[in-house]
C-alpha cells in the first residue's frame, strides 16, 4: 500500500489541531488534555475569545512519550506532565547539540566523530 | 490453555494488597524496561511482568484470574464451564490465558450490550534516511506488526524532512473494530551521517581545508554540493572559522526552496617542509609585521615597520 502526502504530515510548531484532534492523536480523553491545561504542562493557543481551543502539533511526540511511560510505570497523569517538561527540554538539548556538531570544525571538535574535512580528489 | 502464575511473576504473596502490587510492579518494571534494560531478554520479561500486573491490578481481572485457583505455571488447564459462563461470556477456546482476562476489560456478556466503536492501535516507527534521500524524498518499507501478522506498508517520505523530524501517517495504523476509525503510524526520522556533510535543519556544514597562501591571497576552491563541485571564490584574507555561505545549495525545504550551504575554513600548514619552502616562510617571518595574539597580549596587530 503506498502513503503519499498529505498523509504524511509533520508534527511542528506551526501545525495547530483543535483540541479533540489533539486529544486523540495523543491517546487522551478531552478532559484528561484539560487537566494537563491545568498542570502547566500543556499550553492551548486559543482562536480568541469563544473560538476553537488548538494545539501545536508539536507537543505530540513528547506527550505521546511520556504517555508510553505512564502506561510502562502506571503513572499517573500529574506525573505525566512533569515528564512531558523534561522530554521537551531533553529534545530542545539534542537539537542545540545537533546544531552545535555542525557548526563546529572537525579539527576543533575532535571530541565528535563525524565528516572529514572535504579534500579534492584528484589532489 | 498454560496457566501462568502472576503472583509468582511479580513476587507478592496471593493475599498482596493493590499498593504491594504496584509497587512491586514498578520495582521490576524499571528494571527491565526497553529504556533501560540491553541485557538479552529483557523485553520478555519486561511483558511478562506488565501483563501480571495488567491482570492483578484491576479488581474485577483479579477476581477472575483467582477463581482459576492454584495451580503449578505452565500447567495446562481448561477454566470450567461456570467461570466461563461467569467472566468470559463468549467461548475463547483457543486464546491463551491473558487474551482471555484482557477481554474482561472490553466488557461481559450481557444481554443487549451494543459493541462500541474502538480505534485502532497507532504504531511507532523509526526511519534512517541517507542526506540525498531527506533532500529529493524517498519511498521506504516498513514492517508493522498486528494481531494477525506483519504489514508492509510502502511510505512516501516528501522531500525536506529534517533529523529529529517526526511525521504522522493518519489512518494507517491498526484497523479499527465495530466501525471505529483506523489508528496512525507516527514516524521518527534520523539521517545517517554522511562523509562530508554535517547537516543543520535545512542547512548543510562542511569543512574546508586551506593553505595559508590561498588564504592570505583569496583562491578559487573546488568544492562539493548535493548537486557535485562547484568552484567557490575564497575571499582574500579569510581566517580559519569563517563560514563561506553556498546560497541555496543546502537541502530542499519541501516547499519548493533549499537551505544553504556553508564551508566552514580552517588553515592548514605543510607538515614537512622542503628547503626552499622553508627559506620562503623564514623570510616571511621576517619581514612581515603581522602578531597574531596582539590582542592578548595588548600589542597593536601590525607594529611599526622595522627601518
Known amino acids: 500500500m503506498q502513503t503519499n502526502l498529505p498523509d504524511a504530515l509533520p508534527l511542528e510548531p506551526g501545525l495547530l489541531v483543535d483540541q479533540g484532534e489533539f486529544a486523540h492523536m495523543c491517546g487522551l480523553s478531552v478532559t484528561e488534555v484539560d487537566e494537563l491545561v491545568e498542570y502547566g504542562a500543556v499550553t492551548p493557543l486559543a482562536g480568541g475569545p469563544g473560538g476553537p481551543v488548538k494545539f501545536s502539533s508539536a507537543l505530540v511526540p513528547p506527550l505521546r512519550r511520556a504517555l508510553k511511560l505512564r502506561a510502562d510505570f502506571d503513572l499517573d497523569l500529574f506525573t505525566v506532565s512533569m515528564l512531558v517538561s523534561y522530554l521537551q527540554r531533553i529534545a530542545e538539548l539534542e537539537h542545540e547539540v545537533r546544531v552545535l556538531r555542525a557548526h563546529l570544525p572537525r579539527a576543533v571538535g575532535h571530541l565528535r566523530e563525524g565528516p572529514a574535512t572535504w579534500r579534492e580528489p584528484h589532489a | ?307
Open chain 2, 1 to 307: 490453555m498454560k496457566y501462568k502464575d502472576y503472583y509468582a511473576v511479580l513476587g507478592v504473596p496471593r493475599d498482596a494488597d493493590a499498593e504491594t502490587i504496584k509497587k512491586a510492579y514498578r520495582k521490576l518494571a524499571r528494571q527491565h524496561h526497553p529504556d533501560v534494560a540491553k541485557a538479552e531478554g529483557s523485553e520478555a520479561r519486561f511483558k511478562e511482568v506488565a501483563e501480571a500486573y495488567a491482570t492483578l491490578r484491576d479488581a474485577d481481572k483479579r477476581a477472575a484470574y483467582d477463581s482459576l485457583g492454584t495451580r503449578r505455571s505452565g500447567e495446562e488447564f481448561s477454566p470450567p464451564p461456570q467461570w466461563q459462563h461467569d467472566f468470559a461470556g463468549d467461548a475463547f477456546s483457543e486464546a491463551d490465558l491473558a487474551d482471555l482476562l484482557a477481554a474482561l476489560g472490553r466488557g461481559r456478556r450481557g444481554a443487549g450490550r451494543a459493541s462500541v466503536p474502538l480505534r485502532g492501535r497507532d504504531y511507532e516507527a523509526g526511519v534512517r534516511l541517507g542526506l540525498e534521500d531527506a533532500h529529493r524524498g524517498t519511498t521506504v518499507s516498513l514492517d508493522v506488526e498486528h494481531e494477525d501478522g506483519t504489514r508492509t506498508l510502502a511510505v512516501t517520505v516528501p522531500a525536506g524532512v529534517t533529523e529529529g523530524q517526526r511525521l504522522r501517517l493518519r489512518g494507517k495504523g491498526g484497523p479499527g473494530r465495530h466501525g471505529g476509525p483506523a489508528g496512525d503510524i507516527y514516524l521518527h526520522i534520523t539521517l545517517a551521517p554522511h562523509p562530508v556533510f554535517r547537516p543543520d535543519g535545512h542547512d548543510l556544514y562542511f569543512d574546508l581545508a586551506l593553505a595559508p597562501w590561498e588564504a592570505a591571497l583569496g583562491a578559487e576552491v573546488e568544492v562539493p554540493t548535493l548537486d557535485g563541485p562547484v568552484l567557490l571564490s575564497v575571499p582574500a584574507g579569510t581566517r580559519s572559522g569563517r563560514k563561506l555561505r553556498l546560497r541555496g545549495r543546502g537541502l530542499a525545504t519541501g516547499h519548493g526552496g533549499r537551505g544553504d550551504q556553508y564551508a566552514v575554513v580552517h588553515i592548514d600548514v605543510p607538515a614537512s617542509l622542503a628547503p626552499r619552502e622553508r627559506e620562503l616562510f623564514e623570510e616571511l617571518a621576517r619581514v612581515s609585521s603581522f602578531r597574531p595574539r596582539a590582542f592578548i597580549a595588548k600589542e597593536p596587530a601590525h607594529a611599526d615597520q622595522p627601518s
